[in-house]
């Protein structure tokens, strides 16, 4: 069974940084990785996908995956109090259809 | 725009009583899936289905049945309900490997 592993549990960094999450799972032929984003209360939403080895760009992320090493990595330029949330790492298994979810990582933006 | 809906948005139930949570979704997507959320769990797979008239255990089926009964519903239902059950529930849905759009969640709550 796919295994997701989130870290670090929690991060606190100034606005204007750049956060940094990352993920591990356990088996490298999973078909896609997915960041979601989840404020309080809320359903998560999807931010961000990647399905290849590499880097994919899209204005404030960047999220970088490394198939050899089963890591995947969110990076969030210029930090805003508003991404304040808990991010969530989600592999689908080769099959498909079942996706899988780190416990995910609580990031506080602090103005 | 992609909507899921879930009802009814907070529960309380007695213990050993039915409960039943609903999904509707608008999407015209196959898949869709039910999670319960915990502190410390993240999100874990309870059922999931590929179209109407299927349903699949997920990682943590005990206690609970699913119903597909058409592509935009599925229900998770609760025979006898126990305050182990006493969560946080999501249902999603998708179209293949592609980013899961989430429900706004039901709380419930087992005394």
């Known amino acids: 069974q796919e295994k997701v592993q989130q870290s670090p549990e929690s991060l606190i960094v100034p606005e204007g940084a750049m956060s940094s999450l990352n993920c591990t799972f356990s088996?490298?032929?999973?078909?896609s990785i997915w960041w979601y984003q989840q404020h309080p209360g809320k359903g998560p939403e999807a931010l961000i996908s990647i399905f290849s080895n590499g880097n994919k760009k899209e204005g404030r992320l960047t999220v970088y995956l490394n198939r050899a090493s089963l890591h995947v990595s969110l990076h969030i330029r210029d930090s805003q109090p508003s991404d304040s949330a808990v991010y969530l790492c989600?592999?689908?298994?080769?099959?498909?259809?079942?996706?899988?979810f780190g416990s995910g990582t609580r990031l506080l933006v602090s103005p | 725009e992609a909507a899921v809906t879930q009802s009814p948005r907070n529960k309380v139930a007695v213990t050993g009583g039915k409960v039943t949570l609903s999904c509707n979704q608008t999407n015209n997507h196959n898949n869709m899936y039910w999670y319960r959320q915990d502190t410390g769990h993240g999100l874990r797979l309870i059922h999931y289905s590929y179209g109407a008239g299927s349903t699949e255990k997920g990682d943590i089926p005990d206690g609970y049945k699913a119903s597909r009964p058409s592509q935009e519903n599925f229900s998770l239902i609760l025979e006898l309900a126990t305050p182990s059950q006493t969560s946080v529930y999501f249902c999603?849905?998708?179209?293949?490997?592609?980013?899961?759009?989430f429900g706004p969640g039901t709380r419930l709550t087992v005394l």
């Open positions: 088996n490298s032929a999973s078909q």
């Open positions: 989600a592999v689908t298994g080769t099959g498909g259809y079942k996706v899988v």
């Open positions: 999603a849905s998708v179209q293949g490997i592609y980013e899961q759009y």
